[in-house]
Structure formats: structure tokens, C-alpha cells
Antibody
Framework: QVQLQESGPGLVKPSGTLSLTCAVSGDSISSSKWWSWVRQPPGKGLEWIGEIYHSGSTNYNPSLKSRVTISVDKSKNQFSLKLSSVTAADTAVYYC?????????????????????WGQGTTVTVSS | DIQMTQSPSSLSASVGDRVTITCRASQSISSYLNWYQQKPGKAPKLLIYAASSLQSGVPSRFSGSGSGTDFTLTISSLQPEDFATYYCQQTYSTPPEYTFGQGTKLEIK
């Protein structure tokens, strides 16, 4: 059974850096999957932050790209999120998730991806 | 960037009802559309991928349809455990930018 578990400080000061880690069990982070971060501000919808492959290749949400770094630690089977220059608007529940290929379109030569395993989420509050 | 718009934002229905939620993309995304269910205080759960393919373990009362810009999620006969918020997500963008819709909250009437 694949499980993801987020960890990190629940309180970060404005202008500081938010740092979270997602520990993966039941699957290898070096397998052919992408590992994602998604956040959800209180009472609001989901926002995709970015993803990483075990090779270190990353994709980021353009609206956050200048402040986001996602990294992978294969020796610990985990990946991490750093978000710099945080403000109150970054207060949210942060989820890590596994994104994998679920299908393929031969006509468009494009893979269908979906986030099929999620962590339970961790609340991060930005406040002084 | 691709915007995803869901309608309605909220919906009241009764157990046994047939319910349809709509998601519209700001440009064609072929069939690269996922649906998730989220219950309060819980992580989202993948229901449908590739617009109409049922994720393993998801009850068959859930179905998805559509392609291009217009998509629907249908629950054929609402069960008590289906009252939740539903999100669509596009996975068409290259490079990836997996935009979610704003969500549809399904409440008990």
C-alpha cells in the first residue's frame, strides 16, 4: 500500500521560507512517476504547485515559479518543497501526491496522468 | 494558460438523485480531464481520468464524458457518502500546468 506523509513546520514568518518534506512508502521514488505538491487555502479550491521526476526534472506553476523549488532525495525516498518570500496568501493545507500515467492516446501521442495517491495534508500558517 | 470553470458552484440534491456537474476549459484540452472528490478535512480522491475512464475502485455510479472544452461528471444515484466537493483538473498543458476548476460543493437537500 502506497503512502505519502507530509512533514514540516506549521508556522512560518512572513518573508520567510516554507519547507516541507513528503516521505514515500510502498513505492520507489525512482519509479516512473511524477511527485507533486498541491495546496488549498482555507475554504478555497486546489492549486497545483509543481512536480518532480526522480531524475530531478521539474515542472512548476508559472504563478509560483519564481519562489518554488522542488527537490528529491532518492536515498531517503522522499521529496521536498521550498517556497520563499511567503506572505499570508501562502497559508494553506499543503498536499503531496503521486502522479502517474494511467493511459495513452496513440492518436495524439500523449499520456493521460492522474494524481492517484495523496498524503493527508499539512497545514501551514504564515504569520508573525 | 488554460482556465477551468465548473458549474454550478454548489448543488443540493437528495439520496437517489441523478446529478450532473459541468466543467468547461478555456481552450480545447482533448480528453485530458480528471475528476476528483474531496470530503471535508480529507485529501482529494481521483475518480475519473481521461475524461471518461473510471479509476480503479471507484463505484460505477460515477461516470464522466466530454472532450474538447466541455465535460460532465454524472452520479447516477446519489449515495450518502457522495456528498462532497468535486474538482475537475486539466492535464493537457505542455509544459505541465495542471489547473483545477474552482470546485462544486454537493450538499444534501
Amino acid at each position: 500500500q502506497v503512502q505519502l506523509q507530509e512533514s514540516g513546520p506549521g508556522l512560518v514568518k512572513p518573508s520567510g521560507t516554507l519547507s516541507l518534506t513528503c516521505a514515500v512508502s510502498g513505492d520507489s521514488i525512482s519509479s516512473s512517476k511524477w511527485w507533486s505538491w498541491v495546496r488549498q487555502p482555507p475554504g478555497k479550491g486546489l492549486e497545483w504547485i509543481g512536480e518532480i521526476y526522480h531524475s530531478g526534472s521539474t515542472n512548476y506553476n508559472p504563478s509560483l515559479k519564481s519562489r518554488v523549488t522542488i527537490s528529491v532525495d532518492k536515498s531517503k525516498n522522499q521529496f521536498s518543497l521550498k517556497l520563499s518570500s511567503v506572505t499570508a496568501a501562502d497559508t494553506a493545507v499543503y498536499y503531496c501526491a503521486r502522479s502517474r500515467v494511467l493511459g495513452y492516446s496513440s492518436s495524439s501521442r500523449h499520456y493521460y496522468y492522474g494524481m492517484d495517491v495523496w498524503g493527508q495534508g499539512t497545514t501551514v500558517t504564515v504569520s508573525s | 494558460d488554460i482556465q477551468m470553470t465548473q458549474s454550478p458552484s454548489s448543488l443540493s440534491a437528495s439520496v437517489g438523485d441523478r446529478v450532473t456537474i459541468t466543467c468547461r476549459a478555456s481552450q480545447s484540452i482533448s480528453s485530458y480531464l480528471n475528476w476528483y472528490q474531496q470530503k471535508p478535512g480529507k485529501a482529494p480522491k481521483l475518480l475519473i481520468y481521461a475524461a471518461s475512464s473510471l479509476q480503479s475502485g471507484v463505484p460505477s455510479r460515477f461516470s464522466g464524458s466530454g472532450s474538447g472544452t466541455d465535460f460532465t461528471l454524472t452520479i447516477s444515484s446519489l449515495q450518502p457518502e457522495d456528498f462532497a466537493t468535486y474538482y475537475c483538473q486539466q492535464t493537457y498543458s505542455t509544459p505541465p500546468e495542471y489547473t483545477f476548476g474552482q470546485g462544486t460543493k454537493l450538499e444534501i437537500k
